[in-house]
């Protein structure tokens, strides 16, 4: 078993104000925003703008902070091209009034249900196997092996593209340009000093253990 040590540093003097010990099988995103709530409870300070990787660039996330009336940066979204098929999400027409999207050939998805996940939902709008199958453009649209039309909305999509089109602004290469200097400077320093930061990380996972009865009797019977 190994473990994931996450940091939360202040963009104005790079001082490390928050640090927590997770299995490593967590994945980044997951204690972020319990993370942020803690140091406003804690320490209070008064977060105005949150900057993180690509790894914390989730649907969830971008909500939750806009909840919180914080200003989110992340790196630029590469714009590349879903699947084989010609036609791409946006070829296809959302009708607001019948929640339905509508195909390049005048076919109807409508909403087919809901999909959740730890992180979000997501809207799934179907066409019908078999009208696919009958479709004069179906080779253009799903691809020869391609069974049916699916589209897949999230329920936070609307937030997630509001904070994104901030991309390559001033403001958003700014922020990720202090971000690069802090945090990845404080990840660079404690990867030369192992030993030093090794210590510390020892005394947090100690807390974590006491916190957690099942890895503390883990230990003792290994």
Not at 46 to 72: M, P, V, W
Not at 131 to 159: H, M, Y
Request: hydrophobic share 30%; charged share 25%.
């Amino acid at each position: 078993m190994h473990y994931l040590s996450h940091e939360t540093v202040d963009s104005k003097n790079g001082i490390i104000i928050n640090v927590a010990a997770t299995a490593g099988n967590v994945h980044d995103s997951q204690p972020y925003i319990k993370r942020l709530d803690y140091i406003e409870e804690t320490i209070g300070l008064k977060i105005q703008t949150a900057c993180a990787d690509s790894g914390y660039d989730t649907n969830l996330i971008h909500q939750q902070l806009s909840e919180r009336n914080i200003d989110f940066y992340t790196p630029k979204r590469p714009g590349s091209k879903r699947g084989t098929a010609e036609f791409q999400r946006k070829d296809f027409q959302y009708d607001e009034e019948q929640v339905e999207f509508i195909y390049p050939g005048g076919k109807e998805l409508p909403l087919n249900r809901l999909n959740r996940t730890t992180n979000t939902v997501t809207k799934e709008y179907r066409c019908p196997k078999a009208v696919c199958k009958d479709c004069p453009l179906r080779s253009r649209c799903i691809g020869e092996k391609g069974a049916e039309k699916r589209i897949q909305v999230n329920i936070f999509e609307e937030t997630v593209q509001k904070n994104h089109k901030k991309d390559g602004t001033e403001t958003h290469t700014r922020v990720l340009l202090l971000r690069q200097i802090w945090s990845e400077g404080c990840f660079a320093a404690q990867k030369a000093r192992p030993n030093f930061f090794f210590g510390i990380f020892s005394y947090l996972l100690l807390e974590f253990y006491h916190k957690n009865s099942f890895f503390l009797l883990f230990i003792q019977l290994g």
